[in-house]
């Protein structure tokens, strides 16, 4: 009797100890990265702080009205930007893409459906950045292969600024650099031309990538905007040529 219940005892042990390995394996799979995991990867904040520019990062999936007025006031200045695209809007908007691109603007990959690119698997994350990069590539199609490369950096914007490992891994593979902001005017929620302009130039320095998005209240907002960048004695240039191959963080 003692046998037989030391038996039923230890076989209740062992199998306690095996649903709790199953169990701690399974909560560790569904547990958020945390900032320590995400911090380790080499996200882009900053440019080149001798380099004498600062980068206008417009993210657009909306405000197509917008786009094409932003890039003439940058134009007028004689000054540049990248404009973060996401997927489904340049199969919409295709000859707006090529006319920023055969502008000199540069276009950077905002993924295909403004997805949470920290929630979403490896091929969820390879899917919607080469679907992105292939719709740009398929609309400059009439470019030559070097007017297209220098259009379409690769350069990824994160929706939302969500930042994962497994995002970070993928882009490691396709050779993408990640890029965040140095400075977020919250344009897209705020609508208030001061507000925008206030959190776009306040302590402005060479190097920064300032967030903005195509909206009524940004093209408002854009000329005293670019006027603050002129009397810091910078200008307003793509963000390839802000990182100037310097990468900097907060």
């Known amino acids: 009797m003692k046998e037989r219940r030391f038996r039923i005892v230890t076989s209740n042990v062992i199998i306690c100890a095996v649903l709790g390995i199953v169990l701690t394996t399974a909560l560790l799979a569904l547990t958020p990265e945390t900032p320590a995991d995400v911090a380790a990867n080499n996200a882009v904040y900053s440019g080149n702080p001798s380099g004498g520019s600062v980068s206008l990062m417009f993210n657009v999936y909306e405000g197509t009205e917008y786009v094409l007025q932003i890039a003439d006031l940058l134009e007028e200045r004689g000054f540049s930007a990248t404009f973060f695209v996401g997927g489904k809007w340049v199969e919409r908007n295709g000859d707006t893409v090529l006319r920023l691109a055969t502008r000199g603007f540069e276009l950077g990959n905002h993924g295909y459906l403004h997805r949470d690119h920290a929630a979403l698997n490896a091929k969820q994350n390879r899917d919607e950045i080469l679907v992105t990069e ?83 209240k940004t093209v408002e907002a854009l000329p005293d905007v670019l006027d603050a960048i002129e009397a810091a004695g910078l200008r307003a240039a793509t963000v390839t040529e802000t990182l100037s191959a310097t990468e900097g963080s907060p």
């Open 134 to 216: 292939k719709l740009l590539r398929a609309t400059l199609s009439d470019l030559t292969p070097e007017q297209t490369d220098a259009a379409v950096p690769k350069l990824f914007a994160p929706p939302s600024g969500s930042l994962g490992k497994t995002m970070f891994e993928v882009c490691q593979q396709l050779d993408y650099k990640v890029i965040m902001w140095t400075r977020d005017t919250v344009d897209w929620r705020d609508h208030d031309a001061a507000l925008i302009y206030e959190r776009a130039v306040k302590d402005l320095k060479a190097g920064d990538l300032i967030l903005m998005h195509p909206t009524e």
